[in-house]
């Protein structure tokens, strides 16, 4: 009986002393940075009561927990240097060490934002390899969501210097922006890289503001019964399971090894150029292609390191090689890469096979990607001549539903548990989740910003965001677009204070939406920040809209942040101004600058009363440029009266 008694007692000790001991937040750690020259608040929880001492540069400061255990550390302003050591103490002792003061900036939203240097790894190899910036920094936050509570720590987290190893890790964007801003401003950078792929707007603001919006206010109260999410998760993950099987029972490919080199597929359908393979494959059904191409190789070009490139695939494709596995991509999005092993490829005959599974629209090679076999000293063209099979075709999978995406999931679990760090401002990229909706944009951004603003307590802390680049298909004539729209509401979110916007709608690409050119949409939030933030005479904005007068059947244009003036990029006639009368039957312009101003008229078009510029999915040859090298952002506008 004393032995019980010893033992309960000894846990009961042992957990009141684990308790009793300090813990700090993830973002605490070491390898910090700070924000510079503000005080700035270190917390953490310990034992009820028990008291706290942090040495800190040659300093004690000292606090005591509360009932709830949580205690806070007010460090007076520092200027940007280091590195400096943090030790606290208690009922145990931690010792932070490698800790900067600089400049942080929380970069947040969708995958645009998100996509890594490593999925960069062909479009900036250089950039790669000789990345050693020990003074820019990325804290990554962990996916999550919650819709019951705002949270106070992560699950997980760490800070990362940008070496060649660890740059692969931090979001490009963020990345080519902390390289320009540390050059010139010789300051430590920390990103705080808080995004998730495919979320809306929404799903970032805190409960309270979203108050503004019954219909994801309301939509909230029901995501935050467990019972209700744990049921969505688990039909959704029932669904997909039934109909992966249903597919892999049903698929010839499987049953009879498509993958091997012994399948004579010379009779198998030709797809002659890499693209989407014909709508009556699958005729508004879905289910699983096989495609297969030859590649002879000699005994030289099988040495050495061998890269498969695949474009983009839609939409999950296996690879094999000669009847061996090479790799797996689960969705249409991520640029196929695979680095083959040595002994993959052989002498003579090799034979490329795709395992595609469709779960969408359209089956095949996304157009105008690179589909090459890149060997030590030759590159193999696989654009052409691919032969086809249908696997199996079955009922395309029910629709899901993305739980975290939801009101406040994210806001929650991604956001409120950075609150308490200093910061100099946001950078964000988004807007394609919510282009459905645009006309819904400008009052959740406002919301937003105003909300991020009022938790952090730093007043109007500059928020930098990028305008949507172009994507989808080039259109011939003028038409109606959500992409415009949105855009448009993007510009409008310039009316808040402290508030700068990246024009990129010539960073995109047509057939993706992640474009690759991420180091430009770096350097344009770099250059806003610049002037915004650190004060430099600089030209950083594109040309806007400001006013147009009609003469005649002539419109006259007048733009603001014109800078060295206006141009027509390439110099050549100047596009993507469209006019409609009364009727709004928008037609093409002819545009011209004159006086640093833009003169557009259509002969057809007698009396004037809208202009456009820009306006569609992907406005590809709009040319107004400032001389600075930045475009004029898109607009529509109706001409006043006399």
């Not at 909230?220 to 992966?244: G, H, V």
């Not at 406002?446 to 007043?459: C, F, P, S």
Request: glycine share 6%.
């Amino acid at each position: 009986m004393l032995r019980k008694i010893i033992i309960l007692f000894s846990i009961s000790l042992i957990s009141f002393i684990t308790n009793a001991q300090i813990k700090l937040p993830k973002l605490i750690s070491d390898g910090m940075i700070l924000q510079r020259d503000v005080p700035v608040q270190i917390w953490g929880w310990a034992g009820s009561g028990e008291g706290i001492s942090v040495r800190f540069n040659s300093k004690i400061y000292r606090a005591t927990a509360n009932e709830q255990g949580k205690w806070s550390i007010s460090l007076p302003a520092t200027k940007s240097g280091g590195p400096y050591q943090m030790e606290f103490s208690a009922s145990n002792r931690i010792v932070l060490k490698d800790i900067l003061f600089g400049d942080v900036f929380i970069c947040s939203e969708q995958s645009n934002m998100e996509l890594a240097m490593g999925s960069l790894l062909d479009k900036y190899p250089k950039e790669i390899a000789s990345a050693n910036y020990a003074n820019i920094r990325q804290f990554m936050v962990p996916h999550d969501y919650d819709f019951i509570n705002e949270r106070s720590d992560f699950t997980a987290g760490a800070w990362e210097s940008a070496t060649a190893k660890n740059v692969l890790n931090f979001s490009a964007v963020a990345y080519f922006f902390a390289v320009n801003i540390q050059k010139k401003e010789h300051i430590p950078i920390g990103i705080i890289n808080t995004s998730v792929g495919g979320s809306p707007a929404q799903s970032w603001i805190s409960e309270q503001s979203l108050r503004q919006f019954p219909d994801y206010y309301n939509e909230l109260q029901k995501f935050k019964d467990p019972s209700f999410t744990k049921t969505i998760d688990s039909n959704n993950r029932t669904k997909s399971a039934a109909w992966y099987a249903l597919l892999n029972q049903k698929d010839d490919g499987l049953k009879n090894n498509w993958k091997s080199n012994d399948i004579d597929f010379r009779n198998w359908q030709e797809l002659k150029t890499v693209g989407y393979l014909p709508e009556t494959v699958f005729n508004k059904q879905n289910g699983v292609v096989w495609l297969k191409k030859v590649v002879s190789l000699n005994k030289r070009m099988i040495s050495g390191k061998v890269k498969l490139l695949l474009g983009r695939l839609v939409d999950a494709d296996s690879v094999f090689i000669n009847g061996k596995f090479v790799g797996t991509t689960g969705n249409q999005y991520p640029q196929r890469r695979y680095l083959l092993n040595e002994g993959i490829l052989k002498e003579g005959q090799n034979t490329l096979t795709i395992r595609l599974v469709s779960a969408s629209a359209r089956v095949g090679f996304v157009p105008d990607k690179p589909y090459m076999l890149i060997l030590a000293k030759d590159t193999i063209n696989l654009a052409d001549a691919w032969k086809y099979k249908t696997g199996a075709i079955i009922p395309p999978p029910s629709a899901q539903t993305v739980v975290r995406w939801k009101p406040a999931g994210l806001f929650n679990a991604m956001i409120s548990p950075l609150m308490p760090f200093k910061i100099k401002g946001f950078l964000w990229y988004q807007g394609e989740a919510n282009a459905s909706k645009s006309e819904e944009y400008l009052r959740l951004m406002q919301t937003l910003v105003a909300d991020w603003r009022k938790r952090w307590a730093q007043g109007n802390l500059p928020f930098l965001y990028v305008q949507l680049p172009g994507y989808m298909e080039i259109k011939d004539l003028p038409s109606e677009s959500n992409w415009a729209k949105l855009r448009v509401a993007q510009s409008e979110l310039l009316a808040d204070k402290n508030t700068r916007m990246a024009v990129a709608i010539d960073l995109g690409e047509w057939n993706d939406v992640h474009p690759l050119n991420k180091k430009e949409v770096g350097e344009r939030l770099a250059l806003q920040a610049e002037q915004l933030i650190y004060g430099r005479q600089i030209n950083a904005s594109s040309p806007y809209f400001d006013s147009v007068r009609r003469i005649g059947q002539q419109l006259e244009i007048s733009f603001k942040n014109i800078g060295k003036g206006l141009m027509s990029m390439g110099n050549g006639p100047l596009k993507g101004f469209a006019i409609a009368g009364e009727d709004r039957k928008f037609v093409w312009a002819e545009a011209a600058v004159k006086n640093n101003r833009v003169v557009a008229f259509n002969s057809a078009i007698t009396n004037p009363m809208y202009i456009r510029y820009a306006w569609a999915d992907n406005p590809s040859g709009a040319n107004l440029y400032n001389k600075d090298g930045l475009p004029a952002a898109p607009f529509e506008a109706q001409i006043p009266n006399k």
